[in-house]
């Protein structure tokens, strides 16, 4: 160690087989915003704060990659909408009112949460219109300072209810990007003419050099979809690896076959999956009567066949999604059960879906190695694949080597004596 640590984590469990010595415990030693030695039986150091983690699971946070801070914590005002089409309308009729004020109040409530549940980075898509102009890429912008000690946060804005047949909303995007948002999304479903759209997205994302997250055939109809669009200009403009699709809802109606043709179509052209399952199974096949389809592409296998996959939030508590408590283990838990995984190994890829897979899509210093950045959280768990199947609570979070967040381990008041409630398993 070169510098004096001003903390050092005792005993932790690295997610990822991380450790020196796969699946042996170590100390971390933080020194100002940096990690300065990752070993076993660190030397102690005076004035350090000690941490004594005991085999917990330590990594360096949650990460959100697709999350609409600025429609969520709407229920008192519109709840649950009963198909897509009605979800989109509801927010619409509602924002026409939204304030910078009334946005940023929101926002912050939701990402309150989502840092509290261990997030320590986030991609969120704000809209941009004329009905909303850029009052919530304004709100968001502040509250990506306001949170700066908290949580890393990326804007991308994008057009909700159509470009190509909305006059007015690219200049705003074109505004919005010059003003300071990170990349640029699409939402092809959503317009007149999706091919135009995403030409134009392509173009915008080219003038400014910037990444592309899309929302992305969002229904159940694999006959319409735009995901090889998507593919054939991430080729064209050679931005592999630096384009998203949310939802795809779409490639959940496909036969095994079929799906992993697409897997390989995207990994080959270097497009990124994020599946949003809170959402997807609210909305999708809700025109069924019996045997309603999940409506949630299978992340895991486009992950095995080298997608970059994500898992994410999308909405909390609006039309879309009229619940949600901004927790990503929450999500990969949900996903689990309805794609149906049992096996550790399977929740263990879950849990690199809110995690390390995210940090690769929004191209983040992401690790807890000597040098890295001093983002770190700690989950009552001692495996990825036990925090995803139990919902293990974050214990403590430290950002830039700063402690943000405390939530103490629960305590059993029995008769005549207090114990700790069961720790990890």
């Known amino acids: 160690m070169g510098e004096r640590p001003s903390m050092i984590l005792r005993g932790a469990r690295l997610a990822g087989g991380a450790a020196p010595v796969d699946k042996t415990v170590v100390d971390v030693a933080v020194a100002g915003d940096r990690i300065v030695a990752v070993a076993p039986a660190l030397p102690g150091a005076e004035g350090a704060e000690e941490i004594a983690l005991d085999g917990r699971l330590l990594f360096p946070g949650f990460v959100e990659s697709h999350v609409h801070l600025d429609k969520s914590a709407l229920t008192d005002r519109c709840a649950g ?45 704000v809209e941009a219109d004329p009905r909303i102009g850029l009052r919530g890429f304004e709100a968001i912008k502040a509250l990506r300072e306001d949170f700066a000690w908290a949580i890393d946060l990326q804007i991308c804005v994008f057009p909700q209810e159509g470009l190509t047949n909305d006059p007015g909303t690219e200049a705003l995007l074109d505004q919005a990007v010059r003003e300071g948002a990170d990349l640029i999304g699409g939402c092809p479903y959503a317009d007149t003419d999706p091919t135009a759209q995403i ?4 173009s915008l994302a080219r003038e400014y050099d910037l990444d592309i997250d899309f929302h992305l055939d969002f229904h159940l109809d694999p006959a319409r979809m735009d995901l090889g669009e998507i593919c054939r200009m991430t080729e064209a403009h050679g931005m592999g690896g630096r384009v998203a699709a949310g939802h795809v809802s779409a490639l959940s109606a496909l036969p095994p076959d079929e799906a992993a043709a697409w897997a390989r179509r995207m990994a080959d052209a270097g497009v990124a999956l994020t599946v949003l399952p809170a959402t997807d199974l609210f909305l999708m096949g809700r025109e069924a009567r019996h045997l309603t389809p999940r409506g949630v592409a299978p992340a895991h296998d486009f992950h095995r066949c080298g997608v970059t996959c994500s898992l994410a939030t999308n909405n909390v508590l609006n039309p879309f999604t009229p619940f949600g408590d901004g927790s990503l283990l929450r999500m990969a838990n949900l996903y689990a059960n309805a794609a149906q995984l049992g096996a550790a190994e399977d929740h263990a890829l879950c849990f690199d879906m809110v995690s390390s897979a995210p940090a690769r899509l929004m191209g ?9 950045r001093a983002d770190l959280v700690a989950l009552d768990a001692r495996s990825e694949a036990e925090a995803v199947a139990t919902l293990a ?3 403590f979070v430290v ?27």
Do not use: Q, W
Request: charge should be positive; include cysteine; glycine fraction near 8%.
């Open 81 to 125: 909408a009963p198909d897509l089409p009605s979800a989109i309308a509801a927010v619409a009729a509602e924002k026409r009112a939204f304030t910078v004020e009334d946005i940023h109040a929101r926002a912050s409530e939701t990402l309150t949460r989502c840092v509290l549940h261990g997030a320590t980075a986030m991609r969120t898509h």
């Open 199 to 202: 030409a134009r997205i392509f």
């Open 364 to 372: 983040l210093d992401y690790g807890v190695r000597e040098g890295a």
């Open 393 to 395: 609570p974050p214990l």
């Open 399 to 425: 950002k830039n080597g700063r402690r943000t967040v405390t939530r103490p381990a629960p305590v059993l008041h029995g008769p005549g004596v207090d114990r700790p409630a069961p720790g990890p398993v």
